[in-house]
C-alpha cells in the first residue's frame, strides 16, 4: 500500500510562487506515474501534472505549462510541483496521486496532449493540501 503525503500549501498572492511536495510513506518512486490535480469549490478534479519517474518524462495541463513545474528528488521518494505566477484561479485543494509500479498510468499523451487525467488511471490518493491565490 502507497502512502502518499502532501506539504507546502498556504495562501499568497497574485504572481507570488509556491512549491508543493508529495512524499512517498515507507516507498520509492522507482517506476511510477506520479500527479498532481486540483479541485476547487463546485468545480470537479483536474489534472495539473505529471511525472513518470522511470524516466523523467513530464506532461502538463495547458493550463498551467510555462508556470508549473513538476520534479522528483534525487532519492525517488518525493515529488515536487514548483508554482509560479499563481493567479486566483489556481485556487484550489492540491491533490497528490500515484499508479501502480512499472506501469504507465496516466503518463502518456495523445494527439501531443496529456490525456492521463481521467481519475481511473490512478490508483493511490493523498489528502490534499490548500493553495489560496488572492487578487
Known amino acids: 500500500q502507497v502512502q502518499l503525503v502532501e506539504s507546502g500549501g498556504g495562501s499568497v498572492q497574485a504572481g507570488g510562487s509556491l512549491r508543493l511536495s508529495c512524499a512517498a510513506s515507507?516507498?520509492?518512486?522507482?517506476?511510477?506515474?506520479i500527479g498532481w490535480f486540483r479541485q476547487a469549490p463546485g468545480k470537479e478534479r483536474e489534472g495539473v501534472a505529471a511525472?513518470?519517474?522511470?524516466?523523467?518524462?513530464?506532461y502538463y495541463a495547458d493550463s498551467v505549462k510555462g508556470r508549473f513545474t513538476i520534479s522528483q528528488g534525487n532519492a525517488k521518494t518525493t515529488v515536487y510541483l514548483q508554482m509560479n505566477n499563481l493567479i486566483p484561479e489556481d485556487t484550489a485543494m492540491y491533490y497528490c496521486?500515484?499508479?501502480?509500479?512499472?506501469?504507465?498510468?496516466?503518463?502518456?499523451?495523445?494527439?501531443?496532449?496529456?490525456?492521463?487525467?481521467?481519475?481511473?488511471?490512478?490508483?493511490?490518493w493523498g489528502q490534499g493540501t490548500q493553495v489560496t491565490v488572492s487578487a
Open positions: 496521486a500515484a499508479g501502480e509500479e512499472g506501469l504507465p498510468g496516466g503518463c502518456f499523451t495523445y494527439g501531443g496532449s496529456w490525456h492521463g487525467s481521467d481519475l481511473g488511471y490512478w490508483v493511490y
Open positions: 515507507g516507498h520509492t518512486y522507482s517506476n511510477k506515474c
Open positions: 511525472i513518470y519517474t522511470g524516466g523523467g518524462r513530464t
